[in-house]
């Protein structure tokens, strides 16, 4: 079973609404990514979680908050986000970080108005 | 920054026919090596993945690795209007499992 679940599959917001992406594995998997993909463009990292622990944020701007409360749980809280923040929000798992294949969910298309 | 390169396509490909797609890096010091297969509007699925020289198959499916020229294809054999979408090369640029993707190159089966 190699499945990632991500909610909703959908969501529209507004500037000044207060949302969160949801994503959940039980592949025992100790990292996990949260990657942003516009239109026609390939992903691009936005964080990594490795044992629960934030290893690495790409100068993602602090509208965008990650969380993760447990081992199968990632979470992403958004604030007072921009039009240009629309894309689809993925999110990953691998077994460990390094050289290990990753798994992405279905996805988050965000759109912001 | 770490490169990947691809041709972005399309990719035109008879039904029954090879599709082959190259995929170029820059760090020589690169170890994994991944194709995702995308299709419109979903999300990224992982159909290879390499991380020794020569040859690797999985059904219709082929990767090569070389890793002194710095080159990683995919085959798609007897390909099928099914595997009309964008494929995405990966390569793995840091120790934190960050996927470093190249552009993707867009395949059209047609019948």
Known sequence: DTEVTQTPKHLVMGMTNKKSLKCEQHM????MYWYKQKAKKPPELMFVYSYEKLSINESVPSRFSPECPNSSLLNLHLHALQPEDSALYLCASSRTTGNTEAF???GTRLTVV | ??????NSGPLSVPEGAIASLNCTYSDRGSQSFFWYRQYSGKSPELIMFIYS???KEDGRFTAQLNKASQ???????DSQPSDSATYLCAVIADSWGKLQFGAGTQVVVTP
Request: zero cysteines; glycine letters at 14%; proline letters at 0%.
């Open chain 2, 53 to 55: 020289n020569g040859d």
């Open chain 2, 1 to 6: 920054q770490k490169e990947v390169e691809q």
């Open chain 1, 104 to 106: 992405f969910g279905q």
């Open chain 1, 28 to 31: 025992g998997h100790r990292a």
């Open chain 2, 71 to 77: 080159y990683v294809s995919l085959l798609i054999r």
